[in-house]
């Protein structure tokens, strides 16, 4: 019997993530040995903090090391409304909140317990590679409100109001974004804010992972706006301003209801996370972001104008500067229709292999996050392999006819 009779329909409809595929694809040229720069993987190349590691050993010892509560310790997650409290001013009490194993399995748990087949969830395009997945896992339809580089990559708020039906369920973004590092202004969100206010059955999920790494101006919450208040959803985690990705640490805070339900999905999936990992969270939580962050955000800030001098001699891109997270996303449009080599460049998939296989360079498709015109670089990677990858990018493109 074939595997496609054995296997459901979910599964065989559900599409790889990209990051992960194109990570695995560098992973086995290398071994092949081949000298690859990956820049496709969205992960800090910063080692945990020592005194959260040291926090995770006293757990240990401790013995922290049984089941805990589905939706997580309650000293975390007193510790995740103390940190709300103190960077957005927003109120929440621990029973309002929910960990998880990462903001992942947050966002999965979101759309299994909010959505009947046929609701409508308002993305804003670019988005996260897995958002499109996990709303189809959980019968959603996806309904895309394209920005691009002339904008920022940002969503007006008059588009939202132009795209609420009555079927409209939520709306989800990011901010700072993956893949663009926009960031939405208090005035852009309060914007957006006034137009869901008026339509009562539409709520906001907003993923905040990245708020740590920004690096002009002021990362905001669209909660913060005290009319959706009630409607709005934060999802974040410890992953990225936490150098904390293996840990497997997420988290909502939002409607009581909701995070019941949330826990209730859990319960009969996963269970609670690590108990070690989140008491060492909770201590992450209480400690000031900036010494945590501050490293590591003018690291970035370095990187991010290194490669966009070096991309900016690349006269074909067109290119907006990220304010947050660690990505580049640029259009790549004019070059579709030239050929390197043995390849069309027709799409930045066919720019994606290309480059992986001539140039040797691991970037992300725009297409897996709903932008087929650009791709993804993630400049978490040291300096010399960003000066390397850069030469080999402008080496390709310049090859390009």
């Known amino acids: 019997m074939s595997s496609?009779?054995?296997?459901?329909?979910?599964?065989?409809?559900?599409?790889?993530?990209?990051?992960?595929?194109?990570?695995?694809?560098?992973?086995?040229?290398?071994?092949?040995?081949?000298?690859?720069?990956?820049?496709?993987?969205?992960?800090?190349?910063?080692?945990?903090?020592?005194?959260?590691?040291?926090?995770?050993?006293?757990?240990?010892?401790e013995g922290y090391t049984h089941y805990?509560?589905?939706?997580?310790?309650?000293?975390?997650?007193?510790?995740?409304?103390?940190?709300?409290?103190?960077?957005?001013?927003?109120?929440?009490?621990?029973?309002?909140?929910?960990?998880?194993?990462?903001?992942?399995?947050?966002?999965?748990?979101?759309?299994?317990?909010?959505?009947?087949?046929?609701?409508?969830?308002?993305?804003?395009?670019?988005?996260?590679?897995?958002?499109?997945?996990?709303?189809?896992?959980?019968?959603?339809?996806?309904v895309k409100l394209i920005a691009d580089v002339n904008t920022d990559y940002k969503v007006s708020a008059q588009q939202v109001e132009e795209a609420i039906t009555d079927k409209t369920k939520f709306i989800l973004y990011s901010s700072p974004s993956n893949p663009t590092g926009s960031l939405y202004t208090q005035d852009e969100l309060a914007?957006?804010?006034?137009?869901?206010?008026?339509?009562?059955?539409?709520?906001?999920?907003?993923?905040e992972i990245y708020e740590h790494i920004v690096f002009s101006g002021v990362h905001h919450s669209i909660a913060q706006n005290p009319n959706i208040f009630d409607r709005t959803i934060i999802v974040n985690g410890?992953?990225?301003?936490?150098?904390m990705t293996?840990?497997?640490?997420?988290?909502?805070?939002?409607?009581?209801?909701?995070?019941?339900?949330?826990?209730?999905?859990?319960?009969q999936v996963t269970s609670g996370a690590t108990s070690f990992g989140q008491k060492a969270?909770?201590?992450?939580?209480?400690?000031?972001?900036?010494?945590?962050?501050?490293?590591?955000?003018?690291?970035?800030?370095?990187?991010?104008?290194?490669?966009?001098?070096?991309?900016?001699?690349?006269?074909?891109?067109?290119?907006?500067?990220?304010?947050?997270?660690?990505?580049?996303?640029?259009?790549c449009s004019s070059y579709y229709g030239k050929r390197y080599g043995a390849y069309t460049i027709s799409n930045s998939d066919d720019l994606a292999e290309a480059l992986l296989k001539e140039a040797h360079v691991a970037i992300v498709s725009g297409s897996a996050f709903g932008a087929p015109n650009c791709f993804r670089i993630s400049y978490a990677a040291s300096k010399e392999q960003l000066i390397e990858a850069c030469k080999r990018l402008q080496r390709f493109f310049e090859e390009l006819k």
Not at 191 to 207: G, N, P, Q, T
Not at 292 to 316: A, H, N, P, W, Y
Request: net charge negative.
């Open 4 to 61: 496609d009779k054995v296997l459901s329909q979910s599964i065989l409809n559900l599409q790889e993530s990209a990051t992960l595929k194109m990570s695995q694809m560098a992973r086995d040229l290398r071994a092949q040995g081949h000298d690859i720069i990956s820049l496709s993987i969205g992960e800090p190349d910063f080692d945990t903090p020592k005194f959260i590691i040291e926090a995770a050993k006293e757990a240990l010892d």
């Open 68 to 142: 805990t509560p589905v939706p997580g310790l309650i000293e975390l997650r007193e510790a995740i409304c103390r940190k709300l409290k103190r960077d957005t001013n927003l109120t929440y009490t621990p029973n309002q909140v929910v960990v998880s194993n990462g903001a992942k399995q947050t966002i999965y748990n979101l759309c299994q317990v909010l959505l009947n087949p046929g609701d409508e969830v308002i993305l804003f395009t670019p988005y996260w590679v897995s958002y499109e997945a996990i709303i189809k896992l959980a019968g959603g339809v996806i």
């Open 191 to 207: 914007s957006l804010a006034a137009v869901v206010a008026k339509h009562d059955h539409v709520y906001v999920i907003s993923d």
């Open 238 to 243: 410890m992953s990225k301003g936490y150098a």
């Open 246 to 267: 293996g840990w497997r640490l997420g988290y909502m805070a939002g409607p009581e209801f909701i995070a019941k339900a949330c826990a209730k999905m859990q319960g």
């Open 281 to 331: 969270a909770s201590i992450a939580l209480d400690k000031d972001p900036i010494e945590v962050t501050s490293r590591m955000v003018q690291t970035f800030i370095e990187r991010r104008d290194l490669v966009l001098s070096e991309l900016s001699k690349i006269e074909g891109l067109q290119i907006s500067v990220p304010q947050g997270a660690f990505y580049i996303f640029p259009d």
